[in-house]
């Protein structure tokens, strides 16, 4: 009856699953959605005006430069609204995952065309989420607010209507669109509200209620930085925290690109779903072994099988209670290793940075000190998809490699004292430490033997070690000779131990994509690496601190000096002839009171004399008494006076 029962729920689950596949789902408005993306894309392109005409705009001279490139968002240099655009990552994150399924395949082609149909589809869905990029990133705030509060509110509501009218799927259960999709509302809700922020601020600028900021604190890390370089002495700092030492050290003088956020976000979100289901599916998959495990133990005992088959029973159901249990305990710690792993690439990527900023490149492999700047330029596209496809797979092989040393863990030491087999686990357990005690110490007692016997004294008693100079040559040769032959037993172990070393360290980091996982010589066969190596070479190369400084400063003296004065030439700096300077500050006086004759009388010497002499007649003295003063190079007259005598 509780078999039939749950037979009845499984299949009403799965009606009703069905029923909410045929209805209007995000999938399907995400299909929906290109229409309205491509328009929202073609008025902020109609907007944009191009830097350069084209041959089209003297054919057609009304588009003015109009429809230039709408550009989503710069992941290079733009370092404004930088969890603006991380919340935009993380409304994407739920269609980026929906791209490893074989549900969004919307139309079948051949087995040899799916990688082109997988470009497909992350063209599809890149433009229909353009619109919230583009809308944040155009420098018309009033009509990107406006679209991105239509286009994200759409967005919000037909979100909602599918987690509420159908909140059920696979694999998840009968709760899966709650569990899934509450990261993308709320993502959509805060984009929601900054671009309403965005709108009541043009708003408020255009009523002179607010003046516009340029965005200039941005970049204003990379100016500190640049003074924290020209300082003498180091100012004296505060005792670092245990957080700071062990964990992370804040550094105001940095901040990470959208590029960088936006990936955290992602693969967060990615994390978070991926351990979900992994948790359900294992589950479902497990009941599923224990339904076989029934069907066998009735089996056996309808059939009288014999004694063997009978003691296999109980050996599977432990087997299969160790490794429900061990599964479900390794699933937080490979969460939490993920999660670690996404932290501490951020931590790697800036004390990269900063080792390139200082030219220091002896942490890379020679082979990567210059790379190709094609390649350079390609790693940033890739890898923000890289990083996140390495970081979900890195933790499925985490995970399995957990759950192998739970089994090990668990059939070596918890099992034998449960079964009340500690003598004998303790025995096996002292025999393999003492094997292996015994061949490490094998290794130090070699290594003692040369320091005490074979090697020179000292040359200075301050020397923390004895010079490579070897004494005892006859008995160094003979211990030479009969340790060769135990040491091609060891190497036969030492070998193994190295091969699963290097498969255990390779595993284990395989979402790091920060570190080879290859060995020296052949990092170059690590794609994954190469694409770091490359990206931290652009990010270094265009995001310098100080040479990003010395071209702002640079190009702000070139417009100061494109759209300075005519009078900036006449300045007082006493370099230059003295004689030539004194003439030229007279001449100019002289134009500025023949346009401006009402000036005279504003002049400190006429504040005190007749109000009966005409401004002309003052005028034309002061001009006879220029001219005069210029052929005789005699001392001015007093009516001719120097700007800085003018009040």
């Known amino acids: 009856m509780m078999i039939r029962n749950a037979e009845e729920h499984v299949n009403s689950t799965t009606s009703t699953i069905e029923d909410c596949q045929n209805k209007i789902s995000v999938e399907l408005f995400l299909h929906l959605s290109l229409i309205p993306a491509v328009l929202i894309v073609g008025v902020l392109s109609f907007l944009q005006r191009r830097a350069q005409r084209l041959p089209i705009d003297h054919r057609l001279p009304f588009l003015d430069g109009r429809f230039g490139i709408v550009v989503p968002l710069d992941t290079i240099g ?62 018309f705030r009033m009509a990107g607010a406006v679209l991105g509060i239509l286009y994200s509110l759409s967005w919000i509501i037909i979100t909602l209507w599918d987690t509420i009218t159908c909140p059920g799927g696979k694999p998840l259960g009968k709760h899966q669109k709650i569990i899934s999709q509450w990261p993308s509302i709320l993502s959509l809700i805060f984009l929601l509200g900054r671009f309403i922020y965005m709108l009541v601020k043009d708003v408020r600028i255009r009523l002179q209620l607010e003046l516009e900021d340029h965005d200039e604190k941005a970049e204003q890390h990379q100016a500190l930085h640049v003074k924290r370089l020209l300082r003498r002495a180091a100012e004296p700092s505060e005792p ?16 990470f690109p959208n590029r960088i956020i936006g990936t955290l976000i992602i693969s967060l979100i990615g994390l978070y779903m991926m351990t979900l289901a992994d948790y359900i599916v294992s589950d479902d998959v497990f009941n599923q072994i224990e339904h076989w495990k029934d069907t066998l133990k009735h089996l056996v005992t309808s059939c009288n099988e014999t004694e063997a088959l009978g003691y296999m029973i109980p050996q599977l159901e432990e087997f299969i209670y160790v490794a429900r249990k061990s599964w479900l305990s390794t699933t937080i710690f490979a969460s939490l290793n993920s999660v670690a792993y996404t932290f501490h690439i951020l931590a790697c990527y ?22 190709k700047s094609a390649i350079s330029v390609a790693s940033i596209a890739r890898y923000s998809g890289w990083q996140i496809a390495f970081t979900l797979w890195g933790y499925l092989i985490v995970h399995f490699v957990h759950f192998m040393f739970a089994l090990l863990l668990v059939y070596v030491l918890v099992l034998p004292i449960q079964h009340g087999r500690v003598q004998s686990m303790l025995l096996n357990l002292g025999i393999i430490l003492l094997t292996i005690g015994l061949v490490i110490g094998l290794l130090i007692l070699q290594v003692v033997l040369v320091q005490v016997f074979f090697l020179q004294d000292k040359m200075s008693p301050t020397d ?38 290097s498969i255990l360290v390779g595993t284990w980091l395989v979402s790091r994509i920060d570190r080879t996982i290859m060995q020296r010589g052949y990092e170059t066969m690590d794609a994954g690496y190469r694409t770091w190596i490359g990206m931290i070479f652009a990010d270094h190369y265009h995001n310098n601190p100080v040479m990003v ?36 500050r007279r001449w100019t006086l002289l134009y500025t009171l023949l346009k401006n004759p009402h000036l005279i009388l504003l002049r400190k010497q006429h504040l005190s004399s007749s109000s009966s002499v005409q401004p002309d007649t003052a005028v034309r003295t002061w001009v006879m008494a220029s001219q005069t003063q210029s052929r005789q190079s005699v001392a001015p007259p007093e009516i001719i006076i120097t700007p800085e005598e003018d009040c």
């Open 549 to 584: 400084c010395f071209c702002r400063l640079l190009v702000s003296k070139i417009l100061e000096r494109h759209n300075a004065s005519t009078y900036s030439s006449f300045d007082n700096s006493p370099s230059g002839d003295p004689v030539n300077n004194r003439a030229r």
């Open 78 to 139: 733009n370092l404004s609204n930088r969890w603006t655009y991380g919340f935009a990552f993380g409304a994407v994150a739920n269609s980026v995952l929906l791209l490893f399924s074989e549900r969004y395949v919307p139309f079948t082609v051949p087995s040899w065309a799916r990688a082109i149909l997988y470009l497909v589809g992350a063209l599809e869905v890149g433009l229909v989420y353009f619109p919230f990029f583009a809308c944040l990133s155009t420098p």
């Open 240 to 255: 670092l925290s245990w957080f700071q030492r062990q964990v992370y050290e804040w550094d105001p003088y940095f901040k």
């Open 350 to 371: 800036r004390k990269h940075l900063k080792r390139l900023w200082k030219g220091q490149k002896g942490f890379l492999p020679e082979k990567f000190h210059n790379p």
């Open 464 to 501: 923390k070690q004895k010079p490579l100079a070897l004494n005892n040559r006859k008995a160094f040769h003979c211990f030479n000779y009969f340790f060769f032959f135990y040491n091609v037993v060891m190497g036969i172990s030492t070998c193994i131990m190295r091969l699963l070393n």
